[in-house]
């Protein structure tokens, strides 16, 4: 089984970036990036697969980016114009059916630990 780790996360005031780094043992095919506020359920920020494909959330299109680095099995969110709403837990996960997408028919597993994003007004 894969084994994720993330990192990057931190505090932030509205308007700030933040880069995050999730770097998979092994060699994915696809890859997504997720969150997890207190009180609600998790939900999907990004996916990038190996052939470049990304898929965003409408909610922070514009803002953030994904990425995939094949050569080191990381996967990168670059996180700009952070909103307060944006305070979560962030995880990383490997696609385990369904296409590499944000979308309800995709799952995911192998979760890392999760990093912490705080955004302060």
């Known amino acids: 089984q894969v084994q994720l780790v993330e990192s990057g996360g931190g505090s932030v005031q509205t308007g700030g970036s933040l880069r995050l780094s999730c770097v998979a043992s092994?060699?994915?095919?696809?890859m997504g990036w997720f969150r997890q506020a207190p009180g609600k359920e998790r939900e999907g920020v990004a996916t990038?697969?190996?052939?470049?494909?990304?898929s965003v959330a409408d909610s922070v299109k514009g803002r953030f980016s994904i990425s995939l680095d094949n050569a080191k099995s990381t996967l990168y969110l670059q996180m700009n114009s952070l909103k307060p709403e944006g305070t979560a837990m962030y995880y990383c996960?490997?696609?385990?059916?369904?296409?590499?997408?944000?979308?309800?028919?995709?799952?995911?597993?192998?979760w890392g630990q999760g990093t912490q994003v705080t955004v302060s007004s």
């Open positions: 996960g490997v696609l385990v059916s369904g296409p590499c997408s944000v979308g309800p028919r995709s799952r995911f597993g192998s």
């Open positions: 092994g060699y994915p095919y696809c």
């Open positions: 990038g697969d190996r052939s470049g494909i990304t």
